[in-house]
């Protein structure tokens, strides 16, 4: 399975952006997808999860409200909604696929990774 993740960039605080993630290979459609977050010197966290058929999502507090994930099955394709994004939105945004039942917030329980795409959020 490859990821290609894109529809990052550089907005204003309030701005909003949508990021795609194009899965290809076998089985695409049945795997959970995530999307994980990383900024400079910290961790990789959790920010948005969706069942391999969209009826269960999920969202780490601090973008609940903002932030919508889904999924386009017939595109392969998974996307993030982001709206009224924060400076502290700014990282590496990274797309991830499991074959897990349900999503999972750890970066461990997903198999395949795509390659990052970069959002900048000014004040």
């Known amino acids: 399975v490859q990821l290609q993740a894109s529809g990052g960039g550089s907005v204003q605080a309030g701005g909003s952006l949508r990021l795609s993630c194009v899965a290809s290979?076998?089985?695409?459609?049945?795997?959970?997808m995530g999307w994980f977050r990383q900024a400079p010197g910290k961790e990789r966290e959790f920010v948005a999860g969706i069942s391999w058929n969209g009826g269960y999502t999920g969202y780490a507090d601090s973008v609940k409200g903002r932030f919508t994930i889904s999924r386009d099955r017939t595109k392969n394709t998974v996307y993030l909604q982001m709206s009224s994004l924060e400076p502290e939105d700014t990282a590496v945004y990274y797309c991830?696929?499991?074959?897990?039942?349900?999503?999972?917030?750890?970066?461990?329980?997903?198999?395949?990774w795509g390659q990052g795409t970069q959002v900048t959020v000014s004040s």
């Open positions: 290979g076998s089985i695409t459609n049945r795997y959970v």
């Open positions: 991830a696929a499991s074959l897990r039942a349900t999503y999972s917030t750890r970066p461990s329980e997903y198999r395949y």
